[in-house]
């Protein structure tokens, strides 16, 4: 095994266990600190990957843009998410078993793909993917309009933030 692949597993792990905390954590603010440490575990992932646009993208739009908007909408709120109770659903044997019976349906249509263990293409010189890439990002017939609502959702869950951590008016 190289180092690049021994460096390789140590992220993947520490990406998978704080993705872990993120869902287990019990407050808020430290499940979204979680998240973040896990957005910058897939991005040094793709970093080990050689793949520098997706890692810039990564750090740029995940860490930079929407986990501080979600690390910004807990801080407004704070006043109104006091706990009131338990915070783990009861049902949560059933979502486990959901969760693993899902995992399992992908292992096995996975092994029984017949691309699984084939080695991938090496990337071609000269950038002629991250041009496709970026057309195919900027088309009308691309990817321009999920982006867009994504865009629109991230300003409306800012907006309703703003809108629930305000005083309430006496009229």
């Known amino acids: 095994m190289s180092a690049l692949q021994i460096i390789f597993l140590v992220i993947g792990a520490l990406t998978l266990a ?10 808020i ?12 575990g897939v991005a040094a992932v793709f970093a080990t990957l050689e793949a520098s646009f997706f890692a810039v993208m990564q750090v740029v739009v995940y860490i930079g843009a929407i986990a501080i908007l979600i690390i910004f909408a807990v801080m407004l709120t704070r006043k109104v998410m006091e706990d ?3 915070q783990v659903n009861r049902s949560w044997p059933w979502a486990l078993l959901a969760c693993l019976g899902v995992l399992a349906g992908l292992v096995y249509l996975l092994s029984n ?4 263990l084939t080695a991938a293409r090496a990337i071609p010189e000269g950038g002629e993917n991250l041009v496709q890439f970026g057309q195919a990002l900027t088309s009308p ?3 321009v309009v999920p982006f867009e609502v994504a865009s629109i959702l991230l ?12 005083e309430p008016r006496e009229k």
């Not at 603010?29 to 910058?40: D, I, Q, R, S």
């Open 141 to 143: 017939s691309g990817f």
């Open 29 to 40: 603010m430290h499940a979204a600190l979680w998240l973040v440490l896990a957005l910058g």
């Open 18 to 27: 704080s993705a872990v905390m993120v869902v287990t954590a019990r407050k």
């Open 84 to 86: 009131t109770g338990p």
């Open 155 to 166: 300003v409306a869950a800012l907006v309703g933030a703003i809108y629930v951590a305000g």
């Open 113 to 116: 793909w017949g691309g699984f």
